[in-house]
């Protein structure tokens, strides 16, 4: 089955310490994203990529940063300068839709949740 | 920064009611979409309508939109309990490559 596999599904981190979320899809999608979600609020963007070897800073992209080496993957680093990182990560990716339109319809995973301690 | 802002922040309706969800934006846009989260997961696609459509079914679900407006409603028609969740509208804007999200609504059906 095709789809976005995001480890692992939950993560502690001490302060200080950077951590590494893993996203990888076999959907053979150009584009991938990372967004943040805090607890009843909307996702916001930390990052997202149209293409191979090529990323853009989103939204809240600061403590933050990414790869993009193969297609299938775009692992986000957590680093020590995110001052709040305790949140529910989600890694998508996108397709455009079959009208052609230029829309981005995207598939997510089941998340990560970090912690810190 | 959030484009599109949903109302109401939470709704609570009884099965077999309809849920009728409303989605507010800033900026021009290429397409709207609604997405579904069930609590603790990954969103869903549910549905897109491009600038240029007006309203859109599928299945339980109509979407419209009025780009006057600048605003969007999702409306479930004989809800079941199976969908508590929380629903957002998601904007692409025109000529840009940038997803973006408001804060949802979250739909409450009670058996």
């Known amino acids: 089955d095709g789809g976005i596999t995001q480890s692992p599904k939950y993560l502690f981190r001490k302060e200080g310490q950077n951590v590494t979320l893993s996203c990888e899809q076999n959907?053979?999608?150009?584009?991938m994203y990372w967004y943040r979600q805090d607890p009843g609020q909307g996702l916001r963007l930390i990052y997202y990529s149209q293409i191979v070897n090529d990323f853009q800073k989103g939204d809240i992209a600061e403590g933050y940063s990414v790869s993009r080496e193969k297609k299938e993957s775009f692992p986000l680093t957590v680093t020590s300068a995110q001052k709040n990182p305790t949140a529910f990560y989600l890694c998508?990716?996108?397709?455009?839709?079959?009208?052609?339109?230029?829309?981005?319809?995207?598939?997510f995973g089941a998340g990560s949740r970090l912690t810190v301690l | 920064s959030q484009q599109g802002e949903e109302d109401p922040q939470a709704l609570s309706i009884q099965e077999g009611e309809n849920a009728t969800m409303n989605c507010s934006y800033k900026t021009s846009i290429n397409n709207l979409q609604w997405y579904r989260q069930n609590s603790g997961r990954g969103l869903v696609h549910l549905i897109l309508?491009?600038?240029?459509?007006r309203e859109k079914h599928s299945g339980r679900l109509r979407v419209t939109l009025d780009t006057s407006k600048k605003s969007s409603s999702l409306l479930i028609t004989a809800s079941r309990a199976a969908d508590t969740a929380s629903y957002f509208c998601?904007?692409?804007?025109?000529?840009?490559?940038?997803?973006?999200f408001g804060a949802g609504t979250r739909l409450f059906v009670k058996a």
């Open positions: 309508i491009r600038s240029n459509e």
């Open positions: 959907l053979n999608h150009d584009a």
């Open positions: 998508a990716s996108s397709t455009r839709d079959r009208g052609g339109s230029g829309a981005n319809v995207l598939t």
């Open positions: 998601a904007t692409l804007n025109t000529g840009g490559f940038k997803t973006i």
